[in-house]
DNA sequence: AATTTATTCAACCGCTGAAAT
DNA sequence: AATTTCAGCGGTTGAATAAAT
């Protein structure tokens, strides 16, 4: 049975003056054109002033849902999907706050992304849930690592700059005896090393290490270009991931005549 | 090929808190 | 201060679709 079909027995049924169930194209318009005259607000005033049979709520969901042109299509990307379960395991099922986290996502949207991937299959190991949940285990194993390599390699820079102030004081003292001879003495060469890429910057008289130290909200975002790719490596066939823009799992007929994606 | 089962997701409902009257 | 209206939130439902048998 198609769509239209189903709306004459049960949905789309016309209930207290109000129509309920799967909205049409014309519909769409007429909400789109609502909005884009009067803003968004002011549900109530929709049937009224956009000849809509729809009450407020649902002019609403479906603007705030489908048709507001900020909206972000397609399937959840394993960077969204790592979000959600961090922010998951942090507020629970406050759904509109994580989806605030997420430009473009709605609250309805991860929540069924959230019951549909995770919630009945927490109970088994081998999930989903238990991979992403690894994948974020692991992600900070790999940090702690890195940090405590950083503060490694931070000794051993103060340590060298000791020594080389040391070699410096002493070339110095050498210096100042031969009364600017010729300076036929060895001067180490500083690192030489570009700023760019190299991992170092030029401060002051010396070249530092730079570092990025993991701060846990900030850097998320950025880094993921590198953790994508590592914290992928266990997700096996679940095929590419190139369609964070316009691309729906499936055809959506209800949205046909949306000018937006 | 037909049937059953599982998954997905759009849309609804009831509730709550804030704002307006 | 009390009541009403509105907006927003989270939970739930049920139809469409995909996958399995």
Redesign the pocket.
């Known amino acids: 049975?198609?769509?239209w079909?189903?709306m004459g027995?049960?949905?789309g049924i016309v209930?207290e003056g109000w129509?309920?169930?799967?909205?049409t194209a014309e519909e769409d318009r007429l909400l789109i054109d609502y909005v884009r005259l009067h803003g968004?607000?002011?549900?109530?005033?929709v049937a009224r002033l956009a000849g809509l049979k729809?009450?407020?709520?649902?002019c609403?969901?479906?603007w705030?849902?489908?048709l507001r042109p900020d909206l972000k299509r397609g399937?959840i990307t394993p960077h969204e999907e790592t979000i959600i379960l961090e922010l998951h395991a942090k507020w629970g099922?406050?759904?509109?706050?994580?989806?605030r986290s997420l430009p473009g996502r709605t609250?309805?949207?991860i929540?069924?992304?959230w019951?549909?991937?995770f919630k009945?299959k927490t109970k088994s190991p081998t999930n989903n849930a238990e991979k992403t949940k690894n994948r974020i285990l692991k992600r900070q194993q790999f940090q702690q690592q890195r940090q405590m390599e950083y503060q490694q390699e931070q000794q051993l820079l103060q340590l060298n700059q000791i020594d080389m102030k040391k070699i410096m004081s002493l070339l110095e003292d050498e210096n100042n005896h031969n009364n600017g001879d010729s300076g036929a003495f060895y001067v180490p060469h500083p690192i030489t090393h570009s700023s760019t890429g190299s991992g170092y910057e030029s401060k002051g008289n010396g070249l530092f290490p730079v570092v990025p130290v993991p701060l846990p909200e900030a850097n998320v975002h950025e880094e993921y270009g590198i953790w994508e790719g590592l914290w992928n490596l266990d997700l096996e066939g679940q095929g590419s991931f190139n369609d964070g823009a316009c691309v729906?799992?499936?055809?959506?007929?209800?949205n046909l005549g949306v000018p937006f994606c």
Not at 19 to 23: E, V
Not at 40 to 45: A, C, F, I, P, T
Not at 93 to 99: D, E, L, V
Request: aromatic content about 12%; hydrophobic content about 25%.
């Open positions: 049975m198609s769509l079909g189903v027995a049960g949905w209930e129509r309920k169930g799967p909205w968004e607000g002011r549900w109530n005033s729809r009450n407020g709520k649902s609403r969901l479906r705030v849902n489908y399937q099922n406050r759904w509109s706050t994580i989806a609250d309805n949207e929540k069924n992304y019951r549909t991937h009945k729906p799992r499936k055809p959506c007929f209800q």
